[in-house]
């Protein structure tokens, strides 16, 4: 994470601040208040380590991180981490032994020397909120990477809220249920994105993000177990995850910005703990700008996979960020048959089991631009031709407003015109003008600008 910190700097991309602020909800309402602005906080009060939030709070900073360049578009960013999951490395990366050398503190863990933020004021305590969960599977010997909540319960011990994925399938293959793990805070872009993608059961992320980073991936073997973890990590924690160890999670604030429920979860004891004395503290606070990009780029993923079989030609399709680019999708589409407007709203919902609500508009409105969105429903869209509305399926657990077992109800707006329909009557009118008067128009928007970010 340090080589990705130090590009963000030479960009000019990083807000740094050298006044001593508290990990008691003061770096979080800084965070949250400026969710597209990375921070590095060098002056902790009460701790060594400096903290890092927000790091991927734009795709451009994502991208950035990838190898690509800012200007990357979000397609260029979708088609590079699209490649690295169909085709992963075949190897892992270089894994090298464990050395004591590598970090400057191998010892007892003890979580009480990490800055590990309260960020909410109902939230039940100290959470780290981007410590990716390393594991292997016993049947596959594939590393398992994820990244899990936990809340601190004392020095060595926390509490992880696991839904059940491949972490706990991980479990089920353990008799006894305890497995071992390794946790790791402020891994290389490539590492956390992995984590975070939903990637098939047997093949670690370690792969993916080795494609990520062109074969650059340089692992170690942790001390105490058998698991690799990047030796461009700030802190690593080794441990077990106890399955039947519960100890009730929460309440904590999750994408939605809303309390997630109370929950008996697994814990996790650590013993060991390394980092180095310069190590930067990793924070990623739940429903910021960034949680919706790693939570929404894996949806994104599985919707165009989809969209791509089901439908002829896309423009775009916008995971918006007022449904925390999670739950409401807009897909723009050049329409080749009549039902095609509602055949992409169906795959979207079966490619994408959070999504509450999918608006489909054609080609010539941009998905991004939600003003012309709502233009097409005010122009193109009818209610008694246009509407879906599915009961009963499968929602999100993120989602209040969904049944306890996360049943929801989804509904589509196909705004696309038929094909029949005469196409001068729905065509936004234009003005063909002069260079001038696009001068002119150009100079009084960028004057605009100026004076709003004056202020
Ligand atoms: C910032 C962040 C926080 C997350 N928190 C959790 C969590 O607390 N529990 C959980 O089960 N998944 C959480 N996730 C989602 C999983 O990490 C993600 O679904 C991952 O792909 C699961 O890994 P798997 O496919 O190997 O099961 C989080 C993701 C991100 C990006």
Redesign the pocket.
Known sequence: MRDFLELLERKGLLEKIGIPLSTDREISSILLSLEDQAFLFRQVKDFQMSVAGNLYCTKANLALGLGLSASATNYDLLTLIGKAVRYPSESIGSVSGFRDSDFDHNEEADLSKLPILKHFDEEAGRYI??G?VVAKSPETGED???????LVLSKNKVV??????????IASEMSPKSVPVSVVIGPPPSV?LS?????E?GTS?YRVASKLSGGKLNLMKCEHNDLAVPIDSEVVLEGELVWDDLVDEGP?V?LTRTYDDVRKQPTITFRKMHFRNDSTYQV?V?SSR??SI??GL?QELKILDSLSRAVSKIRGVNLTQGGNGYFHCIVSLDKVNDGDGKTAIMSCFAASHPLKLVIAVDSDIDPFDLNEVEWALATRFQADRGLIVINGARGSSLDPSSSKSAVTSKLGIDATLPMNQDRAKFKRATISTSDLARSIVEEIRSKHKQVLESK
């Open positions: 909120t981007a990716i398992n990477l994820s990244v899990h909540r936990m992880a809220r696991i839904v059940p994925r491949h972490l706990a399938r956390f984590a975070a993608l939903q990637i059961y992320e904590f999750d990623v739940g960034e949680h790693f939570m894996p």
